[in-house]
């Protein structure tokens, strides 16, 4: 899938609302077994108050498993689960604080979608009317409280099934592949009020998905898991632009492999170029090493330039992905390694290149990561 970079372009500074505000959920220690299999292995994970985290991953990485630990709808072997200060770990949903928003929108079909809104709400039935307007104001569907389920649409379903969540104001709103299900212009729709939505009332909201784009784009905080751990918890940008290792790498946008070896600690050798990369720790002179780099990275020169590390590369494909082009590229200076490189159409104007041609091409050093040899495909 092609990730358009542009959105982490800036990093965000550290300071920002969710890292200043007070932790509200905490695990500590959770594990989770069925059968033979860990699915949740010794896990920790604070969220702040008013964060929106994504548990990002794929299948089997343990992060529904993870929410349901959350909801109470499976308890953990072991491990505590605190929200607000409050030992929660033992009790039964109905005593969590939470709303969620499942999958499958899991509406009542046989009530219509004011009753369903307010099947979780408590009082009278004018301060109920009251509360359902209001809610249907907020996700912008005035006008249909007496429509039934089946004469929705997809995206119109999943925006009622999130007032429903909503409805009691709880404290922290649980998201288990809420758009999924969904067209993909309806999800990239929904997927922006969801997170306009979350912001403006300020609501501490995990949502598990499998999709980066959609954990890039809305999070303030991304979890990445595998295997039941946790890989890396971080900004999006963070996330994306310092992969803590191999897996996060691969799993997160598009990436290019080269075979490098370690030359001393402050480089690595590609092909028959030196490249001034630090390998990581304890990796020892003359071992296998794996630079990793993103497409938008690998830059192609109309001139050849001021630049140590310029090789001829060959152009074998190119192919539009919307508003970029993939250049498929061989470079024989690298190790005849074969490699993937993402250019604008300003960027391929200027370039003025097709296939067969040749090409200068150059790394952005700056971008690039070293893992170690056992850590390589």
């Known amino acids: 899938m092609k990730l358009d970079p542009a959105f982490l372009l800036h990093k965000p500074q550290p300071g920002s609302s969710a890292h200043q505000a007070r932790p509200y959920l905490q695990l500590a220690g959770i594990s989770k077994r069925f059968g033979q299999q860990t699915v949740l292995d010794a896990l920790d994970l604070t969220v702040h108050k ?16 993870l929410l349901r630990q959350i909801a109470g709808l499976d308890l953990p072997d072991a491990g505590t689960i605190q929200v607000d200060a409050r030992d929660i770990t033992l009790l039964p949903p109905a005593k969590r604080d939470y709303g969620i928003v499942f999958q499958s929108y899991a509406l009542f079909p046989n009530l219509n979608v004011a009753d369903n809104i307010a099947y979780g709400l408590r009082g009278r039935r004018e301060d109920k009317h009251r509360r359902v307007s209001e809610l249907l104001a907020l996700i912008n569907l005035d006008g249909i ?11 119109q379903q999943q925006r009622v099934a999130l007032a429903r969540a909503l409805a009691t104001s709880p404290g922290l709103l ?4 809420p758009l999924s299900a ?12 969801i997170r306009a939505l979350q912001q403006k009332l300020g609501i501490t909201t ?6 980066q784009e959609e954990a890039l ?21 963070d996330v994306y632009r310092e992969p803590a290792s191999r897996f996060v790498a691969s799993f997160v946008g598009q990436g290019n492999w080269l075979p490098a070896i370690t030359r001393d600690s402050s480089s690595v050798q590609l092909g028959e170029h030196v490249l001034p990369l630090s390998p990581p720790h304890g990796l020892e002179t003359g071992q296998t090493a794996t630079l ?8 192609l020169h109309p001139q050849w330039p001021a630049t140590p590390d310029a090789v001829l590369a060959e152009i074998h494909k190119l192919e539009l992905l919307g508003p970029v082009y993939r250049i498929s590229l061989h470079v024989p200076a690298w190790g005849a390694v074969n490699l993937q490189a993402d250019l604008t159409h300003a960027q391929l104007t200027q370039l003025d290149v097709s ?21 390589a495909a």
């Open 355 to 375: 296939p067969q041609h040749r090409v200068p091409v150059s790394l952005n050093l700056a971008r690039c990561r070293v893992f170690s040899g056992k850590d």
């Open 292 to 299: 990793f780099v993103r497409p938008e990275d690998i830059m």
């Open 206 to 211: 995990i949502m598990v998905t499998h999709d």
């Open 182 to 193: 969904l067209d993909a212009r309806v999800r990239e729709h929904l997927r922006r009020e």
């Open 145 to 155: 409280a007496d429509k039934f389920p089946a004469q929705l649409s997809g995206g």
């Open 217 to 237: 784009t809305m999070a303030d905080r991304v979890v990445v898991m595998n295997g039941g751990r946790i890989e890396q918890s971080g900004s999006p940008f």
């Open 174 to 177: 649980l998201l288990d592949e």
């Open 50 to 65: 008013g964060e929106f985290v994504c548990l990002l991953g794929p299948s089997g990485c343990g992060k529904t498993t």
